[in-house]
């Protein structure tokens, strides 16, 4: 251990450029996943952080809330289902608005007042109840409460009376108003429409029944209709897995990276350490000891390389412009530390068989230590 | 350079472990940019197919097909402006489809057209008669078969196949205006339109004229309500094409590095374990030139073995992935991954170039 310690001491450019390597390497990773939980939560945010515990789509929108239609029968239909609690429609759009000159881009959310599908993250102002009333999210840019705004011809008008976060839809800020706003915003932006149908159900279970019965119940009653956990159709919203697959991908080739890094410059310094090794085992040391040297190297690496990535992460996430607000979740690093632990050690795993290989009679029959081949 | 293929021949196994990881690398390469090609062409083949260089949209639907309206008076007006020869009015219905006998619904754009784009026939004379895209056969759809589209199940029959017309990654079907129409109105009612009115134009510009002069000259005639771009402008304003390219492109790149990185790290150690060899070789009077030059031909035939394994991996692979996910796999990619391939190969194993001009031919004799 305390060759490996010196042996450290002595080249600390090397072992300390591999630590900053892996280091970047292990940051790249806790950051894209930070990123990935900060961009789910905008594709989904919205549905999340809606009081409606059970959502039920058209069946043949394929779990997309913007692809569904119900009509009024249905709805009433899914409200009349032994279990429900509370249910009403939830109408999902996305419409233009004017906001303090600019056009910009909202995911409209209406819900009826006092019914499910209100949103839960609500940081200032009141809930939307009047008709011409909404609740942006925060990450509309440059919306306040007191703010007007209205449909792209200038109709409509709707007053921001609150704000509410990690509410977005499909990477879009979102406006929480009353259904009947959003019937109203509907008909301004399509006046040819000759109805405006929910997008979903959004439903609250009665006290004692859990979610998954009620939307086992409401598929297995109502025809045409697919009843998700709001926890299910976060996870079934478009988009949602494909990202999620994509980053897995740059994640787990970052991970095999540092894994193969530090495997490769341990068994490149234990070919080149050969000869010397030859000759402690020679004069008597076990190969045991060697191997625990070349843990103990590696573990301080790896060590150090994550205090540098955690380090970068923080300064990252403080200062980073992505867009999208980001929030270290301190258990998927954790899972990611595991990993990334496990995979190197198994990666010097062919040095250790090296050093095990290593024979003490080579030491005598090697011209560089003096022997006679 | 005799030697470097004499050892590839007669050792193989000393350089299977960088074979399987590029095998495994050129797979992973093949499936992401098949992939890749797979989305951005079923994204976007509606719009390439579309005639005309310009499309025509309203100027508050922020280029988004299915928000956009473009009432008659409006078409009329864009019709008139100097330099459109030909103006088409399309629309179209993203709705779910009930195919006979199948229990997995598909999801399709029904397109109502009035000019035909390039691969589609003019539009079917009969109202509810649709040309299908031919990636629909992978959820059962076949010809003569009648579709059941939209909650309230409005019925569509299939009387050819067109190809690569794909919209936002649903099956294209094409019919005339009127199918699209009563598609819209009893699918989705919110988004029916007034008789006339279409989601976008397609304008076809007349002989010398200059495209973007004539997309301003339609915006300024019809008082700024339209937004008018260009073809391939639309394609890349699609909803998350530019993000998905680059998403996967950050990818690929990644893998081409990691890719040089594996060579780079298996030439490294290789060239530490043979540098007696290469002392040998120095003393008998090969340059380090010659040496190094053995180092690239095995990078290179270890990437061009490499590749030839992993694309036939990939082909086996495409038998065993779904028809339903949207992987296509071309020549084109092919060559690009192979080329990319070899390119990283050599400049991994020229890391090793400094070990090998090091070494001393003296270190031959002790």
Do not use: C
């Amino acid at each position: 251990m305390l060759l490996a310690s010196r042996e450290i001491r002595r080249a600390p450019v090397r072992f300390g450029l591999l630590a900053g390597a892996i280091g970047l390497l292990i940051f790249l990773v806790f950051f894209q996943q930070t990123l990935l939980s900060a961009l789910l939560n905008s594709f989904t945010g919205a549905l999340q952080n809606q009081s409606g515990t059970v959502l039920v789509f058209s069946s043949e929108a394929r779990e997309n809330v913007e692809a569904s239609v119900l009509s009024p029968d249905i709805v009433a239909k899914v409200a009349a289902v032994p279990g429900v609690g509370q249910a009403g429609p939830l109408g999902v759009a996305t419409l233009t608005f004017l906001a303090r000159g600019q056009q910009v881009d909202l995911a409209v959310i209406g819900a009826e007042p006092g019914k499910p599908g209100q949103p839960t993250k609500l940081i200032s102002g009141r809930p939307a109840t009047a008709a011409g009333e909404g609740v942006a999210s925060a990450e509309a840019q440059g919306l306040a409460i007191g703010d007007t705004v209205t449909t792209a011809a200038g109709r409509s008008p709707v007053t921001i009376v609150g704000l509410t976060e990690q509410s977005q839809l499909s990477v879009l800020p979102t406006l929480f108003v009353a259904y009947a706003t959003y019937m109203t915003l509907r008909k301004a932006a399509n006046p040819d429409a000759t109805a405006v149908l929910a997008s979903a159900v959004a439903v609250i279970p009665s006290s004692g029944v859990s979610q998954q019965a009620v939307a086992a119940s409401i598929n297995a009653t109502v025809p045409g209709v697919a009843a998700l956990t709001r926890s299910d159709a976060v996870a079934n919203a478009p988009g949602v897995s494909s990202t999620k697959g994509s980053i897995a991908i740059v994640l787990a080739l970052a991970v095999v990276v540092v894994a193969l890094v530090t495997g490769f410059f341990f068994l490149i310094l234990t070919v080149q350490k050969t000869a010397s090794l030859t000759l402690l085992r020679a004069v008597g040391v076990p190969a045991s000891y060697l191997v625990r040297g070349l843990f103990h190297q590696v573990t301080l690496v790896l060590g150090v390389a994550l205090l540098i990535a955690v380090g970068l992460l923080l300064a990252a996430t403080a200062t980073a412009n992505a867009g999208l607000p980001l929030t270290i979740e301190p258990r998927a690093l954790l899972t990611s530390t595991v990993v990334i632990v496990g995979l190197s050690l198994l990666g010097v795993a062919f040095s250790v068989w090296r050093v095990l290989r290593i024979e003490p009679v080579q030491a005598v029959s090697r011209p560089g230590l003096g022997g006679i081949e | 350079m005799k030697v470097a293929l004499l050892e590839l021949r007669r050792r193989p196994w000393r350089f299977a472990p960088a074979v399987i990881a590029l095998v495994l690398l050129t797979v992973l390469l093949l499936v992401l940019g098949g992939l890749l090609d797979g989305l951005y062409n079923g994204f976007t083949g509606a719009l390439r197919a579309q005639p005309g260089q310009l499309l025509t949209y309203a100027a508050d639907a922020k280029l988004s097909v299915v928000r956009s309206r473009i009432d008659a008076a409006t078409t009329a007006e864009v019709k008139r402006v100097p330099g459109v020869e030909q103006v088409g009015g399309l629309g179209v219905a993203l709705v779910g489809a009930k195919v006979p006998g199948q229990a997995t619904e598909a999801s399709v754009a029904l397109f109502g057209y009035e000019r035909a784009p390039h691969g589609v026939p003019a539009p079917p004379r009969q109202t509810g008669q649709v040309y299908a895209d031919t990636s629909l056969k992978a959820y059962g759809v076949r010809a003569g078969q009648t579709l059941l589209l939209g909650p309230t199940q409005y019925t569509v029959e299939v009387v050819g196949w067109v190809s690569d017309t794909n919209f936002l990654i649903q099956g294209g079907l094409w019919g005339n205006v009127e199918t699209w129409q009563a598609a819209l109105a009893s699918a989705r009612p919110d988004q029916v339109l007034a008789p006339g009115t279409y989601q976008v134009l397609t304008v076809s510009t007349a002989a010398g004229a200059d495209p973007t002069r004539v997309a301003a000259a339609i915006d300024v005639a019809t008082g700024g309500t339209t937004h008018t771009v260009t073809r391939s402008f639309a394609v890349d304003s699609l909803p998350g094409i530019k993000q998905q390219r680059s998403t996967f492109n950050a990818i690929i790149y990644t893998t081409f590095f990691v890719a040089a990185l594996v060579v780079a790290l298996f030439f490294a150690l290789l060239t530490l374990e043979r540098i007696g060899m290469y002392a040998v070789f120095k003393a008998m009077g090969a340059s380090s030139g010659q040496v190094f030059g053995q180092v690239v031909v095995q990078a290179i035939v270890i990437a061009a073995l490499s590749f030839v394994l992993g694309a036939m991996l990939a082909l086996a692979a495409r038998g065993v992935i779904p028809a339903q996910v949207p992987l296509q796999l071309t020549g084109g990619r092919a060559i690009e991954v192979a080329v990319g391939l070899i390119v990283m190969s050599t400049l991994g194993s020229a890391l090793s170039l400094r070990r090998v001009v090091g070494i001393d031919p003296a270190t031959a004799i002790g």
